[in-house]
């Protein structure tokens, strides 16, 4: 029905760059606009966009590296103006194009006395490198520089862990962020109560993708995540019930349950507590020693399994059916007990 | 350094100038003042004079450099030689040589001394001036005494008091007061001289009745009476030459010795003419001062404030050092004494060295920079805290006050502190008041007076010039608070301006005043001269700020405030932080550790500090700031150190911050903040902490260190080399083994627990004849190992301990639970890290960095935060840095918000960002949700702030203990986190559990975690075994008393057993 006055009122959606600069190597910046839409549209495809480019983007990035004759991250070589530790800091800022799985090696083999810069990188061919101008480390006396480098794909950061390297290699905070900053407004116009609205995405890129790369992967991602609910619902709890029957063989109760499903569409089993069942307390303390917190979990034991937990006598048996018939209109007397 | 170069500018003194003429003053004066007390000595047959040529003593550079006395942890100090000569009288010849007396330890660069390889400062003690107060007290019925109080150069005190028959006493002890006829005769003048010396004749004659007059009728009956009065003993002492010898030392010598300060102040207080030299009170001054009492009683004549600072004196390193000096000399002399009757009676011929040792001195200095409060750990969190603690005055000290006694009066702010002492920087809880810093134009006059710059006025020359007052000075001038500057010229009414006069503030025309002061930051200690804005914060916030300011933790790496004072780059520059060229020059090499500068022809080699640990175990690192090959001026700054950047101090970061209130994350001063923070290295820190294990030689033998270490995991012993030492560079984390060592020990049986035998007959161990005593890494610590020392002790080997001291170092990004900070007492912990598209953000879809409490604000007074981060937005739009001086109210009302406000504006402008700037809510801006792009309900202040990271940081303080030791006499678990301590469960956290009803927990709490002392040991015995606890027989004794507490409220606790066949009851006592 509301589908309908869409296709009536208004046009396809469309999208636009309508700017695009490259500020420098390392800071891309795009607006991009997305219209016409109705009112509110705007708002919830903005705010998941947004989103979406600053947490769901993958970027690479340099994740470890291995030097020889190297003492520890604080120490020093001779002939070298930084640190190791500087080094590292600037193998973390250097940024990288792939769209590799898994880890890459790279490597940097230099000899001194030399400006070492992103360009001394020797990066397998899916890798590019996005600014080859930033600085490494500056090698000031003659002598061979050699760092190994593994390079992975990830998203989001995850900041050194703490293992242990015998072999001189070093793990890099992994940042692989590709999107600086993205940002949506919304303009509305029309008259009256026809209000319609245009969406503007701004995005800047620190140059691995482009904006207009990033919105694609955003939007895509976003799409991955919202696939789940394209398959229809139904089979997705069938999915979940096989698991369990999988898991736990003797359902003594699983008839019951399945039509107890249908009477309650909608209310996930594993949602309703026995708490909420008004048991007594001494069957309600039997039942959470064993474990036993959410009407699915009572449903998938068997009478045996419960008369084998301690302090469990028959009577709490018949209590639990009838309080399950009472508050859950299942009706489990008539099952052999 | 010392000189100031250009007479004509006034520049702020260098911050450490106050050490280093301290310093000086004891070099060039203090060592020939003592020196000068040295009497020759001869012996008892005064055939062998030994003398000292004092003037030409000899102070020799010191033979190692300040870097290997800190790392060997030895005394960085010079040896002092002074020409000796010893005389046979008898036989007319004599022995000339030069004779080594002792080390003294030197002062560095810094201003501190290195002492056993730790960096040591002596602060300046602030010490009521020896001389004589006058003040009155009311009586409880309404009748005001007049005492007055003099006080010896030692800080002790007498007093003398009149009271309502107008007898005049003098208090020699607390309880003991004695005539003051008794006390002047015992010092030795008789009736006469009393009577003909004093104004007031008939005073003095009405009070002494017969009895009394008999005891001041000849010295010795005078000294007895007040030897009994003074001593407090009973019968009737006889008179002694010991009974005047000891009164000599205990009342005489501590009470009346004035030193040349105190002579001086009693000259000009009561009028006399004593010449200089004579240091100790006479019968004189008594009588002056008696008769001055009387004219006090009688309304004439002032009284005097003790805490007005012309009545202080600072004891400066220079009289600390003297005095010890003139210590040692004492010592010294003993011990020449000694030897030479030793040498007489031995018949042996002795040399001057021979006599003289140099331990006497150099144990005196050791003992004094190790033992003496006022000489304190130079504490090095960063550049800020060293150049402060420096400039630490204290009430505290050897004659001085203690925290626990000194009075509210004492403690309070002065009239006199003007430009003189800090009135906001001062440590906060139990000395409060007592201790502070100087504020910043200071110097230290001769006489320890504290000395104020004003600029003079004249009419006469144009050219106002600076003059230095001490506070007896300038409270009889009047004294322009600001400058002409603030006069409002266009009006000629109004060309007046605030002024001080004798502790009044008076609104004066500009024409009257004499003296105006130099700087608005006069009045200001460093640290709160670093905080922009301070005229908007309420005092005690900024008093927070300037100490938590010290507390800041240098950041892996720094930036620049936007907003700040303008003191920063000096604060840096002094702290000496960085390394400055000393002379012009080309750079030749640079490198991490070191860097090569010709000048005029030779090549100078200036190492660099690296990733060095700092006593907070904060890191301090330089870095290069020149190129190779550049061309460089004398005082360019060749390499910046921690927390500084571009040659300013930088004790934090800009970061974006926003006041609202979010999800109830920064309840309570809860800050939240992003991600970017962590991932980005904003709030990165390194700290390194050292840990050390020494081994010593037992009775059994010398503990070994070894890698075999048996029934270890082999795990834990990764990361030794073959020695037993951990290796450089290995990663550890907690419990690993950094040092394996084996402490030999014979092998008895029984001396194991008994479970502990058990488990060695069950797994088939071996009774080793050795304990494994390894040093481990305690919980927390992990890291990279930077450094490994050994330090092997000087001397005989076998008895002197081997140090083994390894140095982790730790990279630590911010978490929740670590304490941060701004410049305005703002303080908050940090409650949650937030992922940036959760963040709130801005019109341009910049997430917010930091969140804190809106309600922080209004309650504290602290609304520089606010200036600060409004002007550090526009500044961060504009790229410009602000440096603004406190005080610009006094140029226009509301200067700052203006000049805040025409930032922003002009910020929206050029950036055309209209958000920056909105006229309806200036300062504020709409900013969104980031979790559901809502647009918040109001528009929040936004800005950028610069907040610092405080080393109080979770790290450090995270602690759980699950079993451990108990205190042997209370089996009660240790206190503390370093000991694996417990956390005390109080009487009301008890009460909140009884009220709760959480039996369990209370069960476990009184019984086996409570004085069940059996039932607590029987779970360690059901643990090994694996079974479960067994539940206590009894009921432990704070059950008991439980049972008690509710029996004393009238409610019987009790069980009992009723038998089944019958329903016997059978009662049980709980």
Request: include cysteine; charged fraction near 25%.
């Amino acid at each position: 029905m509301v589908r309908e006055d869409v296709v009536g009122s208004t046009r396809t959606l469309q999208w636009k760059c309508v700017e695009s600069r490259v500020d420098s190597k390392r800071l891309y910046y795009g607006r991009f606009v997305l219209s016409p839409l109705m009112k509110g549209q705007a708002d919830t495809i903005g705010i998941a966009i947004r989103r979406a480019l600053l947490g769901e983007i993958e970027g690479t990035c340099i994740t470890r590296a291995t030097s020889e004759n190297v003492l520890h991250e604080y120490s020093t070589i001779a002939g070298i103006e930084e640190s190791v530790h500087e080094i590292l800091l600037n193998l973390k800022d250097i940024v990288l194009r792939s769209n590799l799985y898994g880890v890459r090696n790279a490597s940097i083999c230099v000899r001194g006395p030399k400006y070492i810069t992103a360009q001394d990188i020797i990066s397998p061919p899916s890798v590019e490198i996005v600014d080859t101008t930033q600085h490494i480390a500056n090698l000031t006396e003659p002598i061979n520089l050699c760092i190994e480098l593994q390079i992975k794909r990830d998203r989001g950061y995850r900041m050194k862990s703490t293992n242990d390297s015998h072999d001189g290699s070093y793990p890099i905070d992994i940042v692989s962020m590709p999107v600086r900053n993205a940002n949506h407004s919304i303009h509305s116009y029309g008259n009256g109560n026809e209000k319609q609205e245009i969406l503007f995405i701004e995005i800047w890129t620190n140059g691995s993708l482009t904006p207009k790369e990033a919105l694609y992967e955003a939007s895509r991602n976003l799409i991955d995540l919202l696939i789940p609910f394209l398959h229809a619902e139904e089979e997705d709890m069938n999915f979940k019930e096989n698991e369990n029957r999988w898991n736990l063989p003797p359902f003594s109760f699983q008839d019951k349950f399945t039509n107890f499903k249908k009477n309650k569409k909608g209310i996930p089993l594993t949602c309703i507590f026995i708490d909420q069942s008004e048991l007594s307390s001494r069957t309600y303390n039997c039942l959470k020693r064993s474990n036993i917190h959410t009407l699915l979990d009572l449903l998938s034991h068997s009478q045996e399994d419960l008369m084998k937990m301690e302090y469990f006598r028959t009577e709490d048996v018949k209590q639990i059916l009838s309080t399950v018939q009472k508050h859950f209109a299942i009706n489990l007397l008539n099952k052999k007990l | 350094m010392l000189q100031n170069g250009n007479e004509g500018m006034s520049t702020i003194p260098g911050f450490s100038q106050i050490q280093f003429e301290g310093f000086c003053r004891f070099i060039n004066q203090g060592l020939t003042e003592e020196f000068h007390k040295f009497q020759k000595i001869e012996d008892r047959d005064q055939e062998i004079e030994f003398q000292l040529f004092v003037e030409t003593y000899q102070l020799v550079e010191p033979l190692i450099t300040e870097r290997d006395a800190v790392y060997e942890s030895l005394t960085y100090s010079s040896e002092l030689y002074v020409p000796a000569v010893l005389i046979w009288k008898t036989g007319r010849n004599m022995q000339e040589q030069t004779v080594f007396i002792g080390n003294i330890p030197i002062m560095n660069s810094f201003g501190t001394s290195i002492v056993n390889g730790i960096y040591r400062i002596v602060i300046n003690q602030i010490v009521q001036s020896p001389g004589i107060y006058y003040r009155s007290e009311l009586e409880h019925n309404g009748v005001s005494v007049y005492t007055s109080t003099i006080i010896s150069d030692w800080g002790g005190r007498s007093e003398l008091e009149i009271d309502r028959k107008a007898r005049i006493w003098a208090r020699v002890s607390r309880k003991q007061k004695i005539s003051i006829l008794v006390l002047s005769s015992a010092m030795g003048s008789n009736i006469r001289e009393i009577l003909d010396n004093v104004c007031y004749p008939e005073i003095f004659l009405s009070f002494p009745n017969d009895k009394e007059k008999k005891k001041i009728g000849s010295k010795e009956n005078a000294i007895l009476e007040f030897y009994q009065q003074f001593a407090c003993v009973g019968g009737d002492p006889v008179f002694s030459e010991s009974l005047c010898k000891e009164l000599q030392k205990k009342f005489f010598q501590q009470r009346c010795e004035l030193g040349k300060i105190g002579r001086q102040n009693l000259n000009r207080r009561l009028n006399l003419d004593i010449p200089q030299n004579n240091t100790f009170l006479l019968p004189r001054d008594l009588l002056a001062a008696v008769d001055h009492l009387i004219g006090m009683k009688l309304g004439m004549g002032t009284l005097d404030d003790m805490s007005h600072l012309k009545n202080k004196r600072i004891r400066s390193v220079a009289d600390l050092l003297q005095d010890q000096f003139g210590l040692a000399l004492v010592r010294l002399e003993n011990t020449v004494r000694g030897t030479i009757c030793g040498a007489i009676r031995h018949k042996l011929i002795p040399t001057p060295q021979n006599l003289v040792t140099s331990t006497s001195l150099t144990t005196t200095y050791e003992s004094f920079f190790g033992l003496h409060p006022l000489s304190q750990v130079l504490d090095r969190t960063n550049p800020l805290t060293q150049i402060v603690h420096g400039r630490k005055w204290s009430y505290l000290g050897p004659g001085g006050l203690t925290g626990r006694t000194a009075s509210f009066r004492i403690r309070d702010i002065h009239p006199s502190h003007y430009g003189r002492i800090c009135p906001i920087d001062t440590s906060e809880g139990i000395n409060v008041g007592l201790m502070g810093s100087l504020a910043i134009h200071v110097k230290v006059g001769y006489w320890g007076s504290i000395e104020s710059p004003f600029y003079g006025l004249s009419e006469r020359s144009k050219e106002a010039q600076m003059v230095y007052l001490s506070p007896n000075r300038d409270e009889y001038y009047m004294v322009a608070a600001g400058n002409s500057l603030a006069l409002n010229r266009d009006i000629q009414e109004q060309q007046v301006v605030p002024a001080r006069y004798r502790q009044e503030f008076l609104t004066i025309a500009w024409e009257e005043i004499h003296l105006r002061s130099i700087f608005p930051f006069q009045y200001f200690s460093i640290g709160a001269s670093l905080i922009p804005f301070i005229e908007h914060n309420d005092a005690n916030r900024a008093l927070m700020s300037s100490n938590m300011q010290r507390q800041a933790v240098p950041l892996s790496r720094s930036e620049k405030c936007i907003v700040g004072t303008g003191l920063e780059g000096q604060t840096a520059l002094d702290s000496g932080v960085s390394v400055i060229a000393e002379c012009k020059g080309k750079i030749i090499y640079t490198d991490t550790q070191k860097i090569f500068l010709s000048s005029n022809g030779d090549t100078l080699s200036i190492p660099l500090v690296m990733y060095q640990r700092s006593n907070k175990n904060t890191c301090m690192n330089q870095k290069t700031q020149v190129q190779r090959g550049k061309y460089i001026k004398k005082g360019q700054i060749l390499a910046g150190g921690a927390a500084t950047a571009g040659g300013e101090l930088a004790l934090g970061k800009n970061v974006l911050v926003a006041y609202m209130p979010w999800e109830g994350y920064n309840f309570e001063d809860a800050v939240l903040i992003s991600e970017r923070l962590v991932y980005k290295d904003i709030y990165t820190s390194f700290h390194i902490r050292k840990y050390e294990i020494q081994t010593h030689v037992t009775s059994q033998g010398p503990e070994r260190i070894t890698k075999e270490i048996p029934h270890l995991e082999a795990r834990l012993l990764r990361n030794l080399d073959r020695n037993g030492i951990v290796m450089l560079g290995s990663w550890i984390e907690t419990g690993d083994i950094l040092v394996g060592k084996l402490t030999p020990q014979t092998a008895s049986e029984s001396s194991y627990a008994p479970e502990d035998r058990l488990l060695r007959a069950i797994l088939g161990i071996q009774v080793s004849t050795s304990k494994e005593t390894s040093l481990r890494l305690p919980i927390g610590g992990r890291g990279r190992v930077i450094d490994v020392r050994w330090i092997h002790r000087r001397g005989v080997s076998n008895s002197n301990p081997e140090r083994i001291r390894v140095y982790i170092s730790q990279k630590r990004e911010i978490k929740v639970g670590d304490k941060v900070a701004g410049r305005h007492g703002n303080k908050g912990i940090i409650s949650k890290i937030l992922s940036r598209q959760d963040m709130p953000y801005l019109q341009d879809g910049t997430p917010v960095d930091m969140v804190f409490n809106p309600l922080g604000v209004p309650s504290r007074m602290n609304v520089g935060q606010i200036f600060e981060c409004s002007l550090g937005l526009a500044g961060d739009l504009l790229k410009k840095h602000y440096r603004i001086g406190p005080f610009d109210e006094r140029y226009e009302q509301e200067a700052s918000r203006k000049l805040v406000f025409s930032e922003l504006y002009e910020a929206s402008k050029k950036t055309k960002n209209p958000w920056v700037f909105e006229p309806e809510y200036p300062g504020k801006s709409r900013i969104f949700d980031g979790r559901t792009g809502d647009l918040f309900e109001q528009p929040v202040l936004i800005g950028k702030s610069y907040i610092l990271k405080l080393i109080h940081q979770v790290d450090d303080k995270i602690h759980g203990r699950s079993s451990g030791h108990y205190a042997l006499v209370t089996q009660q678990p240790l206190r503390g986190r370093a000991k694996q301590g417990g956390q005390r469960v109080g009487e009301m956290e008890v009460w909140a559990l009884e009220g709760f009803g959480v039996a369990h927990i209370l069960q476990e709490m009184l019984t086996y975690k409570s004085d069940h002392i059996r039932a607590r040991q029987e779970v360690l015995g059901a643990m090994i075994i694996g079974a479960t606890v067994p539940n206590p027989e009894s009921a432990p004794e704070s059950f008991r008393l439980l049972v008690r507490e509710l029996r004393s409220l009238s409610l019987e606790l009790n069980h009992f057993l009723v038998s089944e066949k019958n329903f016997q009851m059978d009662r049980k006592e709980a």
